[in-house]
């Protein structure tokens, strides 16, 4: 088994500017940023506007991971409303959705029972599919290829390119062959510009890109903000005498407490494959609460060693995921671009899917982007294309009526009540008022701002792992196949470099350690000072989920993108 053991000091942010380096320029119609569902359903929408009316657009998609579908996690039973836009025939051209949803049930577990819940009708999977998103995303990567798009895998877009207007122009990816000091080696090759008439942002889940690119331009108004939840899963081949194919269990209670929000989920797929795992809401507040350890008991449950056991695990993976609704999404469109998918914010968090979501999105902007490019002739002397058609699009679509609808079903968890107040709620909601309130709850507080001092909580025993169900950390993430060259800079920098000692340690115990689901971070003893702790950065095994990024309680981590086609090499996800 690999070893997970290659260690780094903790590192601040870079003073070496190689920006001004001389780089090569490429023009585009589109520049697309992040090769998941959205980023590809943009580009395909773009390409078969095009062949329809025998017109030419020319389309960039850049995605950082080593091939389309490596950086891709999800449960996933998707919607395939989307899909059949793109691809009436999808069935015919051998898109890889194979196992039709056959069966719902939603349990409430408890230490050693499970027992059955009225199944709430937003979670009804009929006519949806069981996959792999990774492998659906590849097949999407193909199609798009296929119809003319220059797709760019192992490609990190590092930053967006600005005109003295404030508009937005394109992207700039990462700088290759940059040593661990930010200095260029015999290898150094300046990154390309990537130049656009529109940009459209999919960077997924909080994307290093996004983040910065709604800050500098406003698009959240004062006080509003997105909100978290850390999935955690694994795939697992079983039994085939316990494999029910099409079965789509998901759980609430154990092993969470009420007053943290989360739930687990269970799918059978084709070939005696089981996705199953736990998302944990970001905005827990106990600084001793471990996600990981919290995924590993819930595979230690009864009912879910009983389907486990005798089996073998396939794969491991985390990613963060949106979970704040209608309430926290950013304004979408800005001079010269948009944001689509996860990186605005389209999760229904009651159906725990995205997927259509995230496409159908990519759809909108893209019609949007079509029109002002090849109908109007836009942008063609500089002038930024403002797509707020995307916008009004979205708000017509049924994207918004879907999260119109459930937007009051997530921060009802809030209530003193906890789990058994949203379920109160969410029950009567989702079944009844189906969002029809002259009200909106609002959500408490950033993720980061939740967690509470140790003072507050007590430690949690976790168990030890038997290395047969459940698993310690480092081997779980010795099956991402996550990777990165070692001589390159760290991309997950610090504002400064004494806050986690000064602040994260004493006040909450170093949660770093214990939110992040590949072992990355680290407080080791300080040979220079005896006595002494030390924050240490394990980047070799990112796997990319960007955890620490938003629920350190300093926020003093950023994450940046390392060298393309770093980070974890997902199978089957």
Known sequence: MRA??????????????????PREVMDYDVVIVGGGPAGLAAGIRLKQQAAKEDKEINVVVVEKGGEIGAHTLSGACIETGPLEELFPDWKEQGAPLNQPALHDQMKLLTAKHAFPLPHPPQMNNEGNYIV???NVVKWLGEKAEELGVDVFPGTAASDIIFAPDGSVHGIVTNDAGVDKGFKPKESYTPGIEL??????????????????LI???KLREEGQFQTYGLGIKEVWEVDPAKHSPGDVIHTMGYPLNYSTYGGGFIYHMEDNKVSLGLVVGLDYQNPYLSPYKEFQRFKAHPFVTNLLKGGRVLSY???????????????????GGALIGDTAGFLNVPK???THNAMKSGILAADSAYKAIVTESKGQDGTPIVMADYEEAFKASSIYQELYEVRNVRPSFHSPLGMWGGMMWSGLDTMFLKGRVPFTFQHAHPDHAMLQPTAMHQPIDYPKPDNEITFDLLTSVSRTGTNHAEDQPVHLRLKDSTVEVKENLPLYAGPEQRFCPAGVYEYVDDEANPGKKRFQINSQNCIHCKTCDIKDPAQNINWAVPEGGDGPQYVDT
Do not use: M, W, Y
Request: charged share 25%.
């Open 352 to 354: 725990i899917k995205g």
């Open 195 to 212: 130049r656009g008439k529109v940009t459209l942002f999919a960077e997924g889940c909080h994307g290093s890109l996004t983040k910065g």
């Open 215 to 217: 800050r500098k331009l």
């Open 132 to 134: 792999s998103l990774s």
């Open 317 to 335: 993976g985390a990613r963060a995921l949106v979970e704040g609704g209608l309430q926290s999404l950013p304004k979408l469109f800005f001079p």
């Open 4 to 21: 997970f053991s290659t260690t780094r000091n903790a590192q601040v942010e870079p003073t070496v500017d190689l920006k001004s380096e």
